[in-house]
Each structure stands twice: as C-alpha cells, then as structure tokens.
C-alpha cells in the first residue's frame, strides 16, 4: 500500500528532477534547487518512506543493491560527460544511487565499509553543513584573487572545501567532547 506522503515524495522527487536538470542544464541561479523545498524535501520525504517500508526493502538483495549502486553511479557519470543536447539528466541517477547505497546501509547494520567516516557522518555532518558554503566563499574569494586558471581552479577549490570544511567540523567536535569532559569533571 502506498502512503500518501509516498504519492507527495515522488511528485516531490520529480518536480527536484526536472529543476535540477533545468538548472545544471542553463545558466541559473542554483537557488533554484538548492533550497529546502526542492532540495531538501523530496530527500526527506525518500528517507521517510525508505524507513516505512524497512521490512519490505529487506526482501531485496544485495547483490541487486550493489550492481543499482554501480549501474546508477555509471549513469550518472556518462550523463554528465555525454550530455544529450544541453541538457544534464544525471539527477535521476543520483537518486537512484543514494538511495540503493541507503537501503543497503539498512539492511546490513553490521557491515561497516569505513569507521571514520562512519564517525564522521555520526558526529560532523551538521558542522560539515553548516559550514561548508562559508568556506567556499571564503576559498573563492581568495583563490580568484590569486589568479589561478579556472582549469586548476575547477578541481582545487570542491577538494579544498571538502577538507577544510572535514577539519573544521572535526575541530569543533573535539572542541565540544573535551568541553564536555571537562564540565563533567567539575
């Protein structure tokens, strides 16, 4: 049985898929996807139904998760270099990747690929979050002023934002764990 809030996350989910394509297709503004109503909620609402239907996705096998993971990753990736026309159709793939790696993540508990970024995910994603877009414009601002070729800046800036933006997340969490200690010592 499908959930109306089911129905609601597909509309959702189709309504994101044809913004962000319009959107990484043209020259305009990001705000137009990256916003809560048509970034957020439709993933959200995919997490929720996700969790409804936990019993039922369990019937799903691995080996199908992990060749959807690898099919959609692959899809993904050649839709973004062999774009048809103008248009990047990459963002029902992304979908589809997120969500076969989520469901296997659910119905393996006990499989553990990294434990640091497991930690990571756990304790820095809200910091990670927070943080990450004041980095980039931080990091932009700066890098343009140095005149770096847009081909080098293309590829250094996401990799320097991903890891300033991983350190700082990590700093305050221990910041705030040892605080923590400190508070309960007294």
Avoid at 42 to 62: F, H, S, W
Avoid at 74 to 92: K, R
Wanted: net charge positive; hydrophobic share 50%.
């Amino acid at each position: 049985i499908v959930s109306g809030l089911a129905v609601f996350g597909i509309g959702l989910l189709i309504i994101r898929i044809v913004v962000d394509t319009y959107v990484n297709s043209y020259p305009v503004s990001w705000h137009l996807s990256g916003n809560l109503i048509v970034g957020a909620l439709p993933m959200v609402c995919l997490g929720y139904v996700i969790a409804d239907q936990k019993e039922r996705l369990k019937n799903i096998k691995n080996w199908a998760l992990i060749l959807c993971s690898i099919l959609s990753t692959l899809a993904m990736f050649l839709t973004v270099l062999f774009s048809i026309g103008h248009l990047n159709i990459s963002q029902p793939f992304k979908i589809l990747c997120a969500a076969s790696i989520f469901v296997y993540g659910i119905n393996n508990p006990d499989r553990h690929i990294c434990k640091p970024i497991e930690k990571c995910g756990r304790q820095d994603t809200l910091l990670i979050y927070l943080s990450h877009f004041i980095i980039l414009m931080l990091l932009s601002d700066f890098m343009y002023s140095h005149r770096i070729p847009q081909k080098q800046l293309q590829w250094y800036l996401p990799l320097t934002v991903i890891v300033t933006s991983l350190l700082l997340a990590r700093l305050v969490s221990v910041c705030i764990n040892l605080f923590k200690k400190l508070r309960h010592y007294e």
